[in-house]
Antibody, heavy 122, light 107 residues
Framework: QVQLVESGGGLVKPGGSLRLSCATS????????MSWIRQAPGKGLEWVSYISTSANIIYHADSVKGRFTISRDNARNSLYLQMNSLRVEDTAVYYC???????????????WGQGTLVIVSS | IQMTQSPSSLSASVGDRVTITCRTSQTISNYLNWYQQKPGKAPKLLIY???SLQSGVPSRFSGDGSGTVFTLTVSSLQPEDFATYYCQHSDSTPSVTFGPGTKVDIK
């Protein structure tokens, strides 16, 4: 079955860096766009970044642009999020999610990982 | 694109019919998805393309709407349906937006 398992979260000081990973199995990873989505404690969902199948299309939310970088390794069936210059407001559970396209450029997130918690605090 | 949901929370009883509304600031055709999230868990896709039921989701969930107004209805609320529900839109601009959520709890 489809599985997505995030790792790499933890406690980091403001200005620090962290690299999140999402290991996938149960599907042909290289065939799917993927996203990172986060959720601050007690808050709603916020899309962070997405990446196309061959990594030639990458988008980041304005809130993380220039600080976060999404990448993937199709040989390892893995997705990554390099987070630099972390801020207190980046504190959240970070989920990786698989895209399923439909319509004209729209998509849904049909499979999600369990999330990894990132805490940015001094 | 801005998204609003109403109500922000509601209290209901098992067996109740519940409807949640999502409104968008621009017309988005039917490019609207609905998710359910329980505390401490990842969101789960319920409805995509406004009215298509995701595989494995009970038929008591249904979606409707087009343009700027969309609804998610639970025809007969079950104990496992108490959760927070989010609408979500994406397009090729790219724009990926979630609504603020509607919490459904037990009356």
């Amino acid at each position: 079955q489809v599985q997505l398992v995030e790792s790499g979260g933890g406690l980091v000081k403001p200005g620090g860096s962290l690299r999140l990973s999402c290991a996938t199995s149960g599907f042909i990873f290289s065939n799917y766009y993927m996203s990172w989505i986060r959720q601050a404690p007690g808050k709603g969902l916020e899309w962070v970044s997405y990446i196309s199948t061959s990594a030639n299309i990458i988008y980041h939310a304005d809130s993380v642009k220039g600080r976060f970088t999404i990448s993937r390794d199709n040989a390892r069936n893995s997705l990554y999020l390099q987070m630099n210059s972390l801020r207190v407001e980046d504190t959240a559970v970070y989920y990786c999610a698989r895209h399923l396209q439909y319509g004209s450029g729209s998509f849904r997130f049909d499979s999600w990982g369990q999330g990894t918690l990132v805490i940015v605090s001094s | 694109i801005q998204m609003t949901q109403s109500p922000s929370s509601l209290s209901a009883s098992v067996g109740d019919r519940v409807t949640i509304t999502c409104r968008t600031s621009q017309t988005i055709s039917n490019y609207l998805n609905w998710y359910q999230q329980k505390p401490g868990k990842a969101p789960k896709l319920l409805i995509y393309a406004a009215s298509s039921l995701q595989s494995g989701v009970p038929s008591r969930f249904s979606g409707d709407g087009s343009g700027t107004v969309f609804t998610l209805t639970v025809s007969s609320l079950q104990p496992e349906d108490f959760a927070t529900y989010y609408c979500q839109h994406s397009d090729s601009t790219p724009s990926v937006t979630f609504g603020p959520g509607t919490k459904v709890d037990i009356k």
